[in-house]
């Protein structure tokens, strides 16, 4: 893919937790720093993370394949795995695969696999900003989630609709492409040929 005054570049992304998904913000760091080297004019993130959500984020300096990747009509499918307080109920699962009243109005249906049980104290290194403290004991459930929109904090609004509280959110993958396990969190590598034909697919 080529533009007017060179290429266009895509890279796949490994977000920490703790910067925010903005090219420049005067309060806090941001994901285009991690990418002083790669100096290509008018990179930016594809979407969003929130501040204390980690995982794969998209980064280019194609406008119009952004606005593809994230236009709702796409219905790109996006995985999460999380780590939450309470336990979820037959109802609440049922709600999230069939999709669940949001204010602002309703998410559509997702895909959800249950993963381990355990107590807040085996996770309060992945729980940040939660102190254990006296609730150590506190049930916790992690598993994953495919949605199929975009909305803001979607994931964390579902969660919390359905009665629990997300305390850890990682992001796995968007249409299909999987988070490189290679990448540690701030690093980063260009998109591989039939990662970018795949997504372009959906798109």
Known sequence: MKRENGFYVYYMFHKPAGCITAVKDNRHPTVMEYFHGADVPGLHPVGRLDKDTEGLLFVTNDGMWNQKLMNPESHVEKTYFFWALGKLSEEGRQQLEQGIELRGGRAGASHLVRGKEAVLGDIQDLAR????????????????????????????????AAGCYIVYLKRLSIGGIQLDDNLSPGEFRPLYHDELQQISMEI
């Open 129 to 160: 900003g939660i102190k254990p403290g006296n609730r150590k004991d506190q049930p916790v459930f992690s598993g994953y989630l495919t949605i199929y929109e975009g909305r803001k904090h979607q994931v964390k609004r579902m969660l919390k």
